[in-house]
């Protein structure tokens, strides 16, 4: 029996990190002559869910909000658009992913509203060796209170905020890997860029099999 219940959803998009491996600011960086990570990823959940916000720097297209406890990571993120969601759930994006396509944003927030009942949290999975992919995930409004216990506890890793028992997973295999390719150090920058153009502009689908990233 699947739960029924589906509470509102809002994008979010993380934008707050300071790239420090990258050595500039991955959130402004572009391919070609395409719009920068920032605008490109708000657009892309745009295409999803009816609202979206950025947490962690202002946004002059949309609304933007400031971390509620700024060098806390991912987790002070997300603590903070689950509080302002206000009973929401969030799909949450990091703004590092030039190969995320729509359909699998697609895929993860449907397998979130089918989810079965004690799962709060719905999040992409590695088949090959069971990596998680807990900055492209939904997190449900009752996670609010275990990532604000982690906040005071200083416990910053975002997949260890929900118990494994409330998480529902969706593996994916090599073919598509090539969504989850983030850019964290100069040399995925570099990846990305001969990546592009060596598929000879954006416009196409992205490779099938991509190194994920660390």
């Known amino acids: 029996e699947q739960n029924s219940f589906a509470p509102r959803l ?8 300071k790239s420090s491996r990258l050595g500039q600011d991955k959130a402004l960086l572009r391919f070609g002559s395409g719009a920068d990570m920032l605008t490109r990823t708000v657009e892309l959940l ?3 869910v009816d609202s979206v916000v950025v947490v962690g ?13 700024p060098g806390l990571g991912p ?4 603590a903070t658009a689950l509080t302002y969601a206000t009973g929401a759930a969030c799909l949450v994006l990091s703004c590092d992913l030039p190969f995320m396509p729509r359909d699998v944003l697609v895929r993860l927030v449907a397998a979130y509203r089918g989810r079965p009942p004690g799962k709060t949290v719905c ?26 216990r982690c906040m005071d506890e200083g416990l910053l890793k975002v997949g260890r905020v929900v118990p494994e028992a409330e998480k529902f997973h969706l593996d994916y295999d090599e073919t598509d890997a090539a ?3 983030n850019i964290n150090r100069p040399d995925d920058l570099e990846e990305a860029r001969r990546i592009i153009t060596a598929r000879n502009g954006e416009g ?9 990233g660390e």
Do not use: H, K, Q, W
């Open 179 to 181: 969504a989850f390719f």
């Open 204 to 212: 196409g689908p992205p490779p099938p099999a991509l190194p994920t």
């Open 57 to 69: 720097r202002p946004y002059p297209n949309g609304i933007g909000i400031t971390d509620l406890a």
């Open 75 to 78: 987790v002070g993120g997300i």
């Open 46 to 48: 745009g295409g999803v």
């Open 10 to 17: 809002i994008g979010v998009l993380l934008a707050g990190g």
């Open 123 to 148: 999040l992409y999975r590695r088949a090959s060796d069971g990596r998680e992919e807990s900055l492209v995930a939904v997190y449900g409004p009752e996670t609010l209170s275990a990532f604000r």
